[in-house]
């Protein structure tokens, strides 16, 4: 089992950057590929990126192409997610989310495909 815990949050002009991160604490963070959901008022969740147990293999939905970067230091039981140029429609309550899996190479892109999720921190883009 894992508890994730989210922060790096905030407002930010549009432009701006920000760093998110999600600190896990229980055992075997590497056993675990991860993924960054994001969920604006009034719309559903969406995956933003996932990255794979070993960091081989990384995924970003077309809207955030070129702008976030998705990492883990597994020695640290930490993935990031490394926000540039920051618009008001990435305006969300973004969720880490953390799912066992024997692949170091496999990545989940579906919320329902993870198991273990933090509580969120807000990100507000203005303009």
């Known amino acids: 089992q894992v508890q994730l815990v989210e922060s790096g949050g905030g407002l930010v002009l549009a432009g701006g950057s920000l760093r998110l991160s999600c600190a896990a604490s229980?055992?075997?963070?590497?056993?675990?590929?991860m993924g960054w959901f994001r969920q604006a008022p009034g719309k559903e969740r969406e995956c933003v990126s996932a990255?794979?147990?070993?960091?081989?293999?990384?995924y970003y939905t077309q809207s955030v192409k070129g702008r976030f970067t998705i990492s883990r230091d597994n020695a640290k039981n930490t993935v990031y997610l490394q926000m540039i140029s920051l618009k008001p429609e990435d305006t969300a309550v973004y969720y880490c989310?953390?799912?066992?899996?024997?692949?170091?190479?496999?990545?989940?892109?579906?919320?329902?495909?993870?198991?273990?999720w933090g509580q969120g921190t807000l990100v507000t883009v203005s303009s």
């Open positions: 989310a953390a799912r066992a899996t024997p692949s170091v190479s496999n990545k989940f892109l579906q919320g329902r495909d993870y198991n273990y």
């Open positions: 229980g055992r075997a963070f590497n056993m675990y590929a």
């Open positions: 990255i794979s147990r070993n960091g081989g293999d990384t």
